[in-house]
């Protein structure tokens, strides 16, 4: 009879804890006029991959204006900075 025995192997990876997941952080550290890409999906929304500038920032959303797409409130969560 042979026996197979299976080894998990452990890999010394350092993930952090995402303690942000309300996005409480202040703003994201986004100012008017910053670049920034649409990373969301949304039915009704703009495309994936849609690069705006920043036109006001709420609390929770920005106002993004995506040139051809528009102008947007979008979460935090579905934008990302473009640092330049």
């Not at 952080?25 to 890409?37: D, F, H, R, T």
């Not at 690069?51 to 528009?70: C, E, M, R, S, Y």
């Amino acid at each position: 009879m042979i026996t197979k025995t299976n080894i998990q192997q452990k890999f010394d990876i350092k993930i952090p804890l995402n303690n942000n997941l309300n996005k409480k952080e202040k703003k994201l550290n986004l100012n008017k006029g910053e670049k920034v890409c649409y990373i969301g999906k949304h039915k009704n929304g703009p495309a994936f991959g849609s690069f705006g500038t920043i036109k006001n920032t709420l609390n929770k959303l920005a106002i993004v204006d995506l040139g051809v797409d528009g102008t947007w409130k979008i979460p935090y969560f579905y934008i990302q900075s473009i640092k330049i």
